[in-house]
Nanobody
Framework: VQLQASGGGSAQAGASLRLSCAAS????????MAWFRQAPGKGREFVAA????????DYADSVKGRFTISRDNDRKTVYLQMHNLEPEDTAVYYC????????????????????WGQGTQVTVSS
């Protein structure tokens, strides 16, 4: 199983970007999916997660109301729609998959996720 993230780039504060993460291999619909990010000099932090079905989501307080996570199980893809970007959102964004996820659960800790994508850079300027 591999995850391929895309959609990062540079944006002005207040702009929007959409990240995508395409999975290869079977059983995508059995995996909880999440986005994490890592800013320069900081640790990896949770951003958003979505359950296997897509019906349950969870967000970091810093992105609530601005970011939306969603998934398309037919396309084996998870998305992160980001609105009203702030310079503090500048980071490398990683998608991750938890193929051992319990139905309806949305883990928010990095250690729950066993498959990681390569990361995509998001840079927001003021």
């Amino acid at each position: 199983v591999q995850l391929q993230a895309s959609g990062g780039g540079s944006a002005q504060a207040g702009a929007s970007l959409r990240l995508s993460c395409a999975a290869s291999g079977p059983n995508f619909g059995r995996a909880a999916m999440a986005w994490f990010r890592q800013a320069p000099g900081k640790g990896r932090e949770f951003v958003a997660a979505v359950s296997r079905s897509g019906l349950s989501t969870d967000y970091a307080d810093s992105v609530k109301g601005r970011f939306t996570i969603s998934r398309d199980n037919d396309r084996k893809t998870v998305y992160l729609q980001m609105h009203n970007l702030e310079p503090e959102d500048t980071a490398v964004y990683y998608c991750a998959a938890d193929y051992n996820a319990i139905v309806g659960r949305v883990p928010t800790v990095a250690t729950a996720y066993e498959v990681w994508g390569q990361g995509t850079q998001v840079t927001v300027s003021s």
